[in-house]
């Protein structure tokens, strides 16, 4: 139910896209039984378009009452069952025309069920009336801020830390058993050298970490005091377990990565997204910059706090580069164009986007490493020294950044030339010249062969593959892509094929990688799989493996100026 003073005849509307996620999701079709009336009764509605309406009134107040249907688990709409309430407010609540600065009261009541009984309530909005456990009325200064401060409701685990002086949360909404104090331990490091980087600003009553755990799931968003995340449990450590292990660095790494669009998206944000009111989509050919510069720092600071060594972010590195390096789309689809058509391209991923869409995230990062390394290498300026100056002209201040405002500020506090490097990087599809530049500060990045399916990149040293297809499996043994002009696209695989016999031998996901290493490059054999319900049959020539996973390793040997740099850099 929503009530306010509205004029006569007052439009409402539902936003049709949240900020941080690049694609129109149309949150008015979770709506339902739509009724609005005055004191009683009944108004009239009229449909203006498919998330807004007009109230035909007269003045005084309207009070709207609707349904929706919440039941998504992401961090980008809302979600009730017994376990658990979540709710970007985006997906809920519709702005009356005209009251977009106005103050919104939000007042959320415990789920009269014997399973909430135990529930508490988790948000960034501020309490007005709330009860011990969070659920009561809150207060929005406006409803940009509304929309901005996700809710959560669970039974769940609090965790408090203070990170330079700035109260912090952790909410952990799902069975889990996690080592309390190591979450506290590994998260304060983390959030207290992205705070130094810029000055201990902002200024915030507390950050709230709204973490769902899940069986197998992975994902984040951003705003402005906190963050939606959803993890699988096995990411989190248990009590008793030593070591940093894969799992547990990758929710750090999410972690280190929502955290920091503290300052990079939340603050300093693009004009292009600022000024969408989010009923149609926004644009921006920046957002390598901002999601890609935010990649190569979340892992970056994993490296500052002392969470992981300078090798394991080396692989982390090659890792990234490695995706690059198997995505043919690089060699045709900018990073500029992928930033700007993200609303068609990464968020709507099909078996062709390897092809045809690159990746502003990974892509991005590596850019954003490379541009780092040339700025330290050629001036007295770094990556972090645009960044917070970019906090102070644009962040600070609440003003949105336009269009290539971290190149021109790379540029003028550099004194270089950059435009070169930014129109082949950004603008051009040629290779980034990743292991010249690595070479400067001392590290030494190679390409090699594969190992196997699992293989992502970094240090491995099994048996390298000899032959492919230039297919991607799913674990069901379907055909996850195609590469262009491979050998499986000649024999004419496509996306959803289920693979079932090469050479005579029955293949699944599991066998996949030892089938291929049985075959000789060159020689055909005979593949089978089903499309649909019909069997297909073809003779398929094996190529010989592609050395396209990377390397990084520490040099032994290093020049004077080498060593400084990648002092300065890994400080190692």
């Not at 936003?15 to 979770?30: C, E, M, Q, T």
């Not at 009229?46 to 998330?51: F, G, Q």
């Not at 600070?396 to 082949?424: I, N, Q, T, Y």
Request: proline share 4%; net charge negative; charged share 20%.
């Amino acid at each position: 139910m929503v009530s306010l003073d509205a004029p006569q005849d007052c439009v409402f509307r539902l936003p049709n896209w949240i900020r941080g996620s690049y694609l129109v999701r149309d949150f008015a079709k979770h709506v339902s039984a739509l009724a609005a009336e005055r004191e009683g009764a009944a108004l009239a509605i009229e449909r203006l378009d498919k998330s807004s309406f007009r109230v035909l009134a007269p003045a005084g107040a309207v009070t709207l009452r609707y349904s929706v249907y919440a039941y998504d688990e992401s961090v980008r709409k809302a979600f009730i069952d017994t376990r658990r309430g979540f709710f970007n407010a985006s997906s809920l609540v519709y702005c009356p025309a005209g009251f977009e600065q106005s103050a919104f009261a939000l007042r959320v009541e415990k789920p009269a069920l014997a399973a909430a009984q135990d529930w508490q309530l988790a948000t960034a909005l501020n309490a007005v009336d709330a009860d011990a456990s969070g659920f009561g009325a809150y207060r929005a200064a406006n409803y940009e801020t509304l929309i901005d401060s996700p809710v959560e409701m669970a039974a769940f685990q609090r965790i408090d830390f203070v990170a330079r002086d700035v109260p912090h949360t952790l909410t952990l909404s799902g069975r889990c058993e996690v080592d309390r104090a190591r979450l506290v331990q590994d998260l304060t490091r983390i959030c207290s050298a992205q705070r130094e980087m810029f000055g201990d600003e902002p200024a915030m009553p507390r950050y709230w970490f709204l973490t769902h755990v899940t069986a197998n799931s992975y994902g984040g968003l951003e705003h402005r005091e906190s963050t939606a995340l959803v993890c699988a449990r096995a990411d989190l450590p248990r009590p008793g377990t030593t070591g940093l292990s894969r799992e547990y660095r990758t929710f750090l790494g999410l972690c280190s990565h929502e955290y920091f669009h503290l300052w990079n998206v939340k603050r300093i944000t693009p004009q292009g997204f600022a000024g969408s009111d989010l009923q149609a989509a926004g644009y921006s050919r920046d957002l390598w910059h901002y999601e890609g510069v935010t990649s190569y720092y979340d892992d970056l600071f994993l490296l500052r706090a002392g969470v992981i060594d300078a090798p394991s972010y080396l692989d982390l590195v090659a890792e990234a580069a490695t995706r690059l390096e198997r995505t043919p789309a690089r060699l045709a689809h900018t990073l500029a164009d992928a930033s700007f058509e993200t609303w068609i391209k990464y968020y709507q991923p099909d078996e062709n986007s390897p092809n045809a869409s690159t990746n502003y995230y990974v892509k991005g990062a590596l850019v954003a490493l490379c541009l780092d390394l040339i700025l330290r290498r050629d001036s007295i300026a770094t990556l972090d020294d645009v960044l917070r100056a970019l906090w102070q002209r644009y962040g600070r201040v609440d003003v949105p950044a336009p269009e290539g405002a971290l190149e021109a500020v790379a540029a003028e506090l550099s004194s270089l030339d950059l435009k070169p490097f930014f129109d082949a990087a950004l603008r051009g599809t040629a290779e980034l010249a990743l292991a010249e530049t690595l070479a400067d500060f001392g590290v030494l990045a190679q390409r090699r062969v594969a190992t196997g399916d699992s293989d992502g990149g970094g240090r491995n040293t099994a048996v390298p593959l000899r032959c492919t297809l230039g297919c991607k499996l799913k674990a069901d043994g379907s055909v996850a892509h195609v590469i262009t002009g491979s050998p499986a696209q000649q024999a004419g695989l496509a996306g959803g094929d289920v693979l079932i016999a090469l050479d005579g031998f029955n293949i699944s996901a599991g066998n996949f990688a030892r089938r291929l290493n049985a075959l000789a490059p060159g020689v055909p054999v005979e593949l089978f799989w089903f499309r649909s319900d019909e069997l297909m049959r073809a003779q398929i020539t094996p190529q010989a493996a592609a050395a396209d996973t990377w390397t990084l390793t520490l040099m032994d040997t290093l020049n004077a100026t080498m060593a400084a740099r990648r002092q300065a850099w890994l400080n190692v």
